[in-house]
């Protein structure tokens, strides 16, 4: 017995060898049996530089992870993001579907985190009509109409120029896509929208859940010792469903009473009507208008607030930068989206904004549908691939002292936009997974950050005893890196800026 006992190990341990032969992967920490790269797997704000510093200790463009039989991949620069999830993106396009956001927390309804396939193409099939460039100009002067909301808002109360920024966010994307006009952060559009985006921050982190690598825990019923997460994630599902169904069913009521509704939901609705069996496009539908805010609201917010940042420790960019607001605009008026041709320096500093600081310094994840093979190294089937967008994008070799804020890096001797270098587009993901309403948001930062510089200096604050106060520049810890809490002082620059200031309706 003993003998085919050995016989069968001997085997087994031959098999085994032969498999990890057969299958080589990228280098990476070497990780524990069963467990795998558990305990090397950084978290938070800085895992992206971890990523990227691995990669040059192993001398390797691609990182390889295994945490509890699931394979890993962190891409660390331009040429291996797009050889695999652009070039091959019908391989990589598929998105993994977590316990806490997907069965407990009702981000099922999120269509950019839905599997590739027939749902995931319905759903953007209806976001692309509506938020494809060549629509956007129909929703430019609601545009700026928010936009200055937001510059009288900083003339009244400077300080609280976060809150400002969410509102001028939530105010833009409420009205275009239900064709509401908030009058302030208090409207309960806006407080579903923030709590629903409280929730994705919270669930989405990955590792933060045991659930999400054992599964089998959602089984377990809320009463039970250690369910707490069942417990918050019951209390998160209830934030989310009140996100995306509230204000789809309050215009849907309104448009069935005969009120008109000039909106995405209320054009999207009117083509339902007369038309039979339209419950699942109602649902896709409630899914896009609902996925609006939380997709775009924080990557403007967190670019705005960097932004703002940057020109606090470089006074020199914004002098720069309205020196050419007052020759293409002037005193009498205040920039126009018409106005970007003419003002490639605002383009290149929303360019830089959105580099130095991306507000997603890790992509979010893809998926491999099937075994691949990449530069020798084997990617089996339902591998996650994580692009760390933040080593892309601070590349010394696309973009030469990367840590340095320095806009004119994307613009040529003649003032143009030097379109050899390579644009940002990082931030709004890869491949078929590109954000398609990356052109939306980009729209709203330039109009923003051009309003901005036309009519206020951006200044450090002073404390009590006359010292300037320096704001830290750190990020915070979360899925999101967005940074630290910072003063700054908004300083009308003339006589004739307060005059627009005034002129605003």
Known sequence: MWVVTCTCAAILYMVLVGLRKRHRFPPGPKGLPL????????????????????????????????????????????????DLLEKRSANYSGREQTVMLFDLTGWDRDWGLLDYG??????????????????????????????????????????????????????????????????????????????????FSATAVPGRFLVDSLPFLKHIPAW????????????????????????????????????TNTSIVGAALAELEGQADTEEVENIIMNVAGTAYPTASDTTIITLEFFILAMLQHPEVQRRAQADLERVVGNARLPSIHDQALLPCITAIMHESLRWRPPFRTGLPHKSLHDDEYEGYHI???????????????????????????????????????????????PFGHGRRLCPGRHFAMDVIWLTIANILHVYSIEKAVDQSGNVVEPSGKCIDGLLGAPEPFQAVFRPRSDAAIALLRSID
């Open 224 to 259: 039970f010792p250690g369910a707490d997460f069942k417990r918050q994630a019951a209390l998160w599902k209830k934030d989310v469903d009140a996100m995306y169904e509230t204000p789809f069913n309050d215009i849907k009521a309104a448009i069935r009473r005969g009120e």
């Open 35 to 82: 467990i795998g790269n558990v305990l090397d797997a950084p978290s938070g704000s800085s895992a992206p530089m971890v990523y990227q510093q691995w990669s040059k200790r192993f001398g390797s463009n691609i990182i390889h992870l295994k945490i509890f039989g699931t394979h890993f991949f962190v891409l660390n620069d331009a040429k291996t993001a797009a």
């Open 380 to 426: 089996p089937a339902g591998s996650i691939m994580i692009a760390n967008e933040w080593a892309i994008l601070h590349d010394e070799t696309r973009y030469p002292n990367p840590e340095e804020f320095d806009p004119s890096r994307f613009l040529a001797t003649d003032g143009n936009i030097d379109h050899t270098v390579p644009e940002p587009v990082e």
């Open 118 to 199: 027939d749902s995931w193409k319905k759903h953007r099939h209806v976001h692309h009509r509506y938020f494809h460039p060549k629509v956007l100009e129909a929703y430019h002067p609601r545009m700026e109409k928010g936009v200055q909301m937001l510059l009288q808002l900083l003339h009244r109360s400077p300080a609280d120029f976060n809150a400002h920024l969410r509102f001028m966010t939530g105010h833009i994307i409420i009205s275009i896509v239900y064709g509401i006009e908030t009058k302030s952060a208090d409207h309960p559009y806006i407080g579903l929208a923030e709590e629903g985006v409280k929730a």
